[in-house]
């Protein structure tokens, strides 16, 4: 792990998670890290971690309000192609796109749902 061409401090066999060091682990949660941590992302999946029903994208945009419809559609492709969110189109008039948790998906609530937790015992009143 480097910042501005200086190595941090890593106390050797301290920091490390089932086998990863902390940099190797870094590398290889980048891409999923960085879509947890997008705009949007969590206000789209907390209201699926409380239903077992798919929810259509007309319902994400009724409740998402401040988050435009192009940010809405861009964070729902990323979540599907990570195999968070399951995608289903349906060929009617109007057409229907629902959408629910996959396993993965389910997971990452669960863990997250456990961070938010730690933060809220931790923060500042």
């Known amino acids: ?24 682990l870094l590398k290889e949660t980048a891409t ?6 997008k705009r949007a992302t969590l206000e789209i999946l907390f209201p699926l971690c409380c239903t077992t029903e798919p929810v259509r994208h ?7 309000k401040g988050i435009s419809s192009k940010t809405l559609s861009t964070r729902l492709s990323e979540l599907v192609s990570e195999g968070i969110l399951e995608r289903e189109t349906f060929a009617e008039v109007p057409p229907r796109v629902e959408y629910k ?24 009143k």
């Open 1 to 24: 792990m480097e910042t501005k061409g200086k190595k941090l401090p890593i106390i050797q066999n301290k920091c490390e998670f089932t086998g990863y060091d902390a940099t190797k």
């Open 101 to 124: 948790l996959t396993k993965k998906g389910q997971e990452l609530i669960e863990s997250i749902t456990d961070l938010l937790e730690w933060m809220k015992k931790w923060s500042k």
């Open 58 to 64: 007309k319902q994400f945009k009724e409740s998402l």
């Open 32 to 37: 999923i890290r960085d879509l947890i941590t």
